[in-house]
């Protein structure tokens, strides 16, 4: 947690429904670092020129999901738990703004694989 967050924190200016969120942010920010670790060990090995693409999609994976629950907690502290007229008129557009999310970050987890096995190279 940076300097600043522990300060607000301790002063008891974090409200309490934001602890959680924030915890959970700075353990999967951590998290994210060890995997990016984890990943550039991998091509670290002798005669080696490239990393696993296993670990390349994963690191690439949690920081989709770290940005994510970014969007999600700062959606949440502007709206407050409102949704714009238009959401909440048409509960359908919600549904296809989320599988299109999810589509979206299944084609750049793909798009890691593809870098990472050099699927395209002989083509």
């Known amino acids: 947690m940076r300097s600043a967050s522990a300060f607000f924190w301790l002063r008891g200016k974090i409200p309490v429904g934001y602890k959680v969120p ?29 990393v696993s693409p ?28 409102t949704f714009p007229d238009t959401l909440r008129k048409n509960p359908s557009l919600r549904l296809h703004a989320r599988v299109g999310l999810v589509l979206l970050c299944l084609a750049m987890i793909m798009g890691a694989f593809t870098a990472g096995l050099e699927a395209g190279k002989n083509l």
């Open 22 to 50: 924030l915890v959970a942010a700075l353990l999967l920010g951590g998290l994210q670092g060890f995997v990016g670790w984890f990943m550039v060990q991998s091509g670290l090995q002798p005669g080696m020129a490239a």
């Open 54 to 81: 296993y670990r390349l999609a994963m690191h690439l994976g949690l920081a989709l999901l770290l940005y994510a629950a970014a969007l999600y907690s700062d959606a949440a502290a502007f709206i407050a738990g």
